[in-house]
């Protein structure tokens, strides 16, 4: 009897010469069998559907001074490009835990890190908030002696539609990095007073024209015009700075959008309250002389993390802490543009108990 053939499947196909779809672009979506092209993309400076490049990876690697036997964490796992830096770093000896609250992404991250040779005897994924990192320290029994936290949110979950994170296309209003759980940005926005609506863009992204986008967000409703998808957010935004000089529209637009979105992506993964604790928690889970990293990407994030430090070494928990932001390099941000809001602080943990 012959062995059954699974049937060819078709590529999807599209009009023109490039794709421009997310699910159309099956070639950036396949990285490992199109490597040449994917390649050629980075080069020009763009990344690739589906794909995050990882910042900063050198000035990481030069402090976190990983060594052959040590134990580590990624407090956010995402694409897994720093965390496979990092395990290059062990040389087969060591231990690194990757938390990711994405159950999607994560599982993708583990299977390229697993075909790459990297077994559960050398990494752990868990699907978990880093501010739960005293649970992991428990179960595992010992504390870590490098850690890093990315707060980026990936390019993979920017790219897909579906996800909802990006203004540029039509998707759901959905925003949460764990698409199986919790409130979307749709329906956290339809329950917002106005009054809520303006502290939130204020609060969390700084946004200039908060109380006339809460405003105009509160009169679609009263007119019963839905805000379910990213493009009927973006047209809401869009319309209460129709106020702005017609040559400052299309930028003003832009940057409200990015903040707006950045905004309730934070609301409704209560992502500084996550932050809070992660901050409070980490000198617990350091070992002494431990190192830890953190790459912010907006001025909320980064005087979160600058207080916390600062005020532990005062205490004399930490031993160093970071004097100025570290930035990536003009090189860094011409290969890839979502670094240039990047910065990196650091803390070394003391040796004394």
Known sequence: MENEQTPHKRRVRYSGTHPKRFEEKYKELNPEKYAADVQRIIDKGHTPAGMHISIMVREILDFLNIQP????????LGYGGHTRAMLEKLQGQGHIYGLDVDPIESAKTEKRLRDLGYGEDIFTRRLQNF?????????????????????GVSSMQIDDPKRGFSYKVEGPLDLRLNPEKGESGAERLSKLSRKEIEHMLVENSDEPHAEKIASNVMKWRYMGKPIETTTQFRDCIAEALSFLPKGEQKEGVKKSCQRCFQALRIEINSEFDALYAFLEKLPDVLAPGGRVAILTFHSGEDRLVKKAFQAFQRLGVYSEVARDVIRPTAEECMRNSRAKSTKMRWAIRSDLE
């Open 69 to 76: 036997g040590q134990v580590g964490l990624d407090a956010t």
């Open 131 to 151: 501010a739960d990192i005293d649970k992991v320290v428990a179960d595992m029994g010992g504390r870590f002696d490098f850690i890093l936290a990315d707060l």
